[in-house]
């Protein structure tokens, strides 16, 4: 029985636990407030095969600030390598479960290079955690698919693997074609029955015209409600009419956006989005890797950065925020058994606070985690 506990619609129950499962929501027996609980910290973008957690410092080596370059400053990373990436992906998997994440999606690269070997590992980091988180794999064409010839063909041998989603990355920027890369991945995706969720950094009226492009494939393929559109930072770098248009085709098509509150980039307009009917979600993206030096795939504080960088202040804001990391992240991983109700798993996060505001606000370290019951984790550290 947990006592008097804070749910987070502002409900206070004590909370039956039986055989993993929330077996009631009783009313409260004592007055004093007891914890906040969450539901699961969902990560909805994050890239498990890249960091390097655990390992002494790697300062970053790209030489110029493009896309490009920090490609080529990964494989050179990629290449000094002593630890695999199965061991640094599971250092990561176990960081973020001790501040509460129990699900995410991971994109895995694979190019003409690499082909399936950092698939490899992260099947093995998903089996190994298999009873703690769920752990669904994109295949990323980090290199792009008209530059690395033979990476489609590798796509779809990664679905048949075991990879969950197609993924994609700046058709125009990397590809410098629209078509050709996004009839690859619709045609696999289409084949195989799965998702798509491709990376797009490309701003302007160039991006927006891609998105449409994949809005139109979405419906065209009867995808609607399994594409994601990762960064989408070109809605957040046209004037707002345009953005608003988007956003209506992008609705209408069923393609959600996922942003992780990036730091020198334009941000979409999440309030805009979502009352146009866009499902938008969080991620970490890049944790300690050849990409980026930050990150420590906390999701309450990634809730506070998007917040911070979409200059929220109000309670309903910070709301939106939290939501893209608990429950919207969960409808657009299809999470079918997610959330706090009778009947639902005893998969918990408790922390100090009374509302959702001032856990996205504070985002202080997680009192404890339970999954299926069990108590996975106290005070921030592994039980
Ligand atoms: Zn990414």
């Known amino acids: ?16 636990i039986r055989d993993g499962r929330i077996a009631a929501l009783l009313p409260p027996t004592a007055d004093e407030p007891g914890v906040m609980l969450l539901p699961p ?59 509460g994440t129990l699900h ?6 694979i190019d003409n290079q690499l082909g399936l070997r950092n698939l490899q590992a992260l099947l093995a980091i998903r089996q190994r955690f298999r009873n703690l988180v769920t752990i669904q794999i994109v295949a990323f064409p980090q290199s792009g698919i008209v530059r690395s010839p033979g990476t489609a063909e590798l796509l779809d041998a990664a679905i048949a693997e075991g990879a969950d989603l197609v993924g994609g990355l700046d058709p125009m920027g990397i590809d410098g074609d629209v078509d050709g890369p996004l009839d690859a991945i619709f045609a696999i995706a289409t084949r195989r029955g799965v998702g798509i969720d491709i990376h797009l950094h490309d701003g302007g009226e160039g991006g927006i015209s891609e998105m449409n492009a994949i809005a139109e494939r979405t419906r065209a393929s009867g995808l609607a409600g ?29 393609i959600a956006i996922m ?19 866009v499902e938008v979600f969080g991620g970490s993206d890049n944790i300690r890797d ?90 921030g550290v592994l039980a």
């Open 41 to 99: 910290l969902v990560d909805g973008h994050i890239h498990l095969d890249k960091t390097l957690l655990g390992l002494a410092w790697v300062p970053n080596q790209a030489t110029g600030g493009q896309v490009a370059d920090r490609i080529e400053a990964e494989r050179r990373v990629r290449a000094a390598r002593t630890v695999s990436e199965t061991e640094t992906g599971a250092n990561l998997v176990k960081q973020v479960m001790a501040s």
């Open 290 to 379: 050849a990409w980026s030096p930050f990150g420590n795939g906390d999701m309450l504080e990634r809730a506070m950065l998007i917040g911070y960088r979409a200059n929220f202040r109000h309670d309903h804001e910070l709301e939106l925020a939290c939501e893209m990391v608990t429950s919207a992240a969960a409808r657009v991983l299809g999470l079918a058994d997610y959330g706090i109700r009778p009947g639902g798993p005893a998969d918990l996060v408790a922390v100090e606070g009374e509302t959702l505001a001032e856990a996205v606000a504070h985002h202080p370290r997680r009192k404890w985690v339970m999954k299926g019951g069990r108590i996975i984790a106290r005070d």
């Open 226 to 254: 399994k594409v994601a559109i990762s960064h989408a930072f070109a809605l957040g770098s046209v004037p707002v009419d345009l953005a608003a248009r988007t956003a209506d085709t992008l609705a209408e098509a069923g």
């Open 1 to 16: 029985m947990i006592r008097n506990a804070t749910l987070p619609d502002g409900s206070r129950h004590d909370i039956e």
């Open 104 to 109: 995410m999606r991971s994109h895995v690269d």
């Open 259 to 277: 942003s992780h509150g990036p730091g020198a980039a334009t941000m979409p307009p999440l309030q805009l989005l979502r009352q146009h009917g």
